[in-house]
């Protein structure tokens, strides 16, 4: 198996895997990371980004076929989300072990 299709099946399923947590036990976590200034619900947000997540990640693992698309679409999710990163930062939010602005940073 090619380096290529084994770092895109370990993506997809890491981003699998990490949607699924955001259904279930670090839901409370993924919360604390949606900016206050966002919108819409924090559940709601982490549950529709974690179905995205499940969503992107089987997609990319399991259609080779379209994996340039799939990949632009999960780019662009990375880049959707990189506020709420930035946010847990700028907002001193403590989740998933982060305590500090050193660690948050």
Do not use: C
Not at 20 to 47: G, I, K, M, N
Not at 60 to 65: I, K, M, N, R, S
């Amino acid at each position: 198996m090619k380096a290529q299709t084994i770092a895109r099946v370990l993506l997809g399923s890491a981003m699998v895997g990490a949607g699924v947590l955001h259904l279930t036990s670090q839901r409370q976590e993924f919360q604390a990371q949606v900016p206050s200034w966002f919108p819409v619900d924090e559940d709601l947000t982490v549950v529709a980004s974690g179905v995205v997540e499940i969503g992107l990640g089987a997609a990319y693992a399991a259609l080779p076929q379209h994996r340039r698309t799939i990949g632009a679409l999960l780019a662009a999710f990375f880049v959707a989300i990189f506020p709420g990163n930035v946010a847990q930062y700028v907002e001193g939010t403590d989740a998933f072990g982060l305590d500090t602005d050193r660690a948050r940073l």
